[in-house]
């Protein structure tokens, strides 16, 4: 089954860092763009960050930008979030998500086709 896998969630301070990676399951995101969502309790799924296949275009929402950081890493075909300075209000449930146009970068969730299942991050003090 085609699906994504996040890994990295957990328990941090506030002003803590976490690194969330996104694993590809039967495909290679070699020719996906990537993005990552939150979603917390109540509120709607926001779009915070993506980046392309080719041409290494990258987003950020204002809320995590200077904080977060994107990356791919081809060889071990992995996506990264590093998050630095986190906030109470970062927590949420952060997953990850593949569009099948290589060369877009979108924050809107009707782009991408397969998605992980979330994993949990908690700023809390």
């Known amino acids: 089954q085609v699906h994504l896998v996040e890994s990295g969630g957990g328990l941090v301070q506030p002003g803590g860092s976490l690194r969330l990676s996104c694993v590809p399951s039967?495909?290679?995101?070699?020719?996906?763009?990537v993005g990552w969502f939150r979603q917390a309790p109540g509120k709607e799924r926001e779009g915070i960050s993506c980046?392309?296949?080719?041409?290494?275009?990258?987003y950020y929402a204002d809320s995590v930008k200077d904080r977060f950081t994107i990356s791919r890493d081809n060889a071990n075909d992995t996506v990264y979030l590093q998050m630095n300075n986190l906030k109470p209000e970062d927590t949420s449930v952060y997953y990850c998500?593949?569009?099948?146009?290589?060369?877009?970068?979108?924050?809107?969730?009707?782009?991408?086709?397969?998605w992980g299942q979330g994993t949990q991050v908690t700023v809390s003090s």
């Open positions: 998500a593949a569009d099948q146009d290589k060369a877009r970068c979108g924050l809107g969730s009707g782009d991408y086709v397969y």
């Open positions: 039967g495909f290679s995101l070699d020719y996906y763009g």
């Open positions: 980046i392309s296949a080719v041409d290494g275009i990258i």
